[in-house]
């Protein structure tokens, strides 16, 4: 029985047969930040290598089974005898038992299947092979579901994983309450003037591994006075909340990996992680002791405290105007903003515009982001080679957006606001000469490295050709390789062809 699999130890439950025969290293926790959603599950290393065993924790039946350009690529989930589903993701392959009822379908890739008979699956039977299939380096996605919408944190509890490392806290803020302004670190300084919210920077590290982890439960005390609170114990896909309403997204990042936790409410929206919140969770006027209470997964805590006053300031609205030089900047954005305050366009001047962009442009303000992604469109009389780029706070450095072009202009879609960009790109891509050939555990398949440093490299226009015949091909995003087939060692000479975002193309041919 599935009930079984888990022991009750200090309140904290694991799962007795892990789904990896090597031993556990996380390399993600669950709810962790993401640009557009939580993370819905525990990511395990796999030695930074394809094609280890992944087994059935427990006896089930194939519930379903996909394979996908992105997200989780090639996944399976198991349904077992109580009722949840465990998921399994980014696979290299399936077992024979599985690849045997996909051929049974005739079904060309991507395709997501749910069989009608009922497939079985023994506790550590082999049910696939790790990979990196639709998003990321070589490891494993692992979730436990209570129902095919809806994953539970109970991934976080393996057996092999274990966690006696409290939480680290870094640094603890002061947040203009909606106000387009930098956050104040709390330190020596007693007074301030405004209304604050308080937002955390904060990680957590798991025994045996050094990737930096999400928490799981916040409190802040105001005066011996619980007045915020936060859990993050399911995600609910379709109708979780946004990364946006929990994390200060102009200071949280993936890589580097650092995550700014708000303490306080400033949407309009509910959220399902939000148990307690007074007044929003805003300090005003007035003296303050407070406490920032931090909890992860396993039962570990850290705690702070700071004591200061705060006195009554006028909140004036900062102007906006929108500027205009070559072209034209517009935001489309759906009626969903935060306190009914919308974004608008500024000029934005004093970055150092040093190779040579049409336009800089930011839209504020800065704590707003979008509960629907909003279309940020330059209309320009010439739009051939446009592209359109994000500043990025972190790396200093401007990361370019999936951009679409038209005759009268280009856009692309954002769900944060900051500082934004159009510019002209009139490099082609890099394709190597050379191919190479990555060996996993199980295959070894050809691949050619590939980039381009200004738009980025568009994935649709990728072709590989035999003489007239196409051959399949495929583009690894985190790698930057174009991925070959097998067909393609059969075929003397193969001609490849890669555009950037800006329709500018590269043309190479291989000869075998």
Known sequence: MFLSLFILFSNIVFCVVPPLNIPLKVNGSFCEYR????HGGIDLSTQKITGQDIIAIDDAYLFRVKNKVRGEGKALYLKHSNGDVSVYAHLESFSLKIKKYIKSQNRKKPFDLFPSKKIYFKEGELIGFSGESGSGFPHLHFEIRSSLSRSEKRSMYLSGVYDHIAPNIKAVYLVPYLKDKSLIRLGAKKNYKGKFGIAIKVDDLIDGSNSKCSIYKLSLYDNDKLIYQSKFDTIHYGRNPKTQMHFVSSQTHLSPTQYVYKMYKDFDKSSSYITKIVDEGVLKNGVHQIKVVVEDFHGNISKKSFNFEIEANDILNEKLIKSSYLGEFKLLQSSNSIKDIRAKIKSYSHIKNSDSRLEIIKIGPSFLFFMKRAQLIFRAKDTKSLYLSKWDTFTKKWK???TKIYPRFVSTNIQTT????VKKDLTKPFISSKV??????????PYIKTSDLESGIDRNSLRLMCGETALKVDYDLDRK????????????????????????CSEISYLN
Do not use: M, Q, R
């Open 35 to 38: 640009e557009s959603h939580f």
């Open 400 to 402: 370019p957006l999936k």
């Open 418 to 421: 900051g500082i934004f960009s």
């Open 436 to 445: 190479y050939y990555y060996k996993g555990l199980k295959l070894t398949y």
């Open 481 to 504: 390789w174009v991925l070959l087939s097998d067909d393609f060692k059969s075929c003397k000479k193969v001609d490849l062809k890669i555009c950037d975002h800006s329709a500018n």
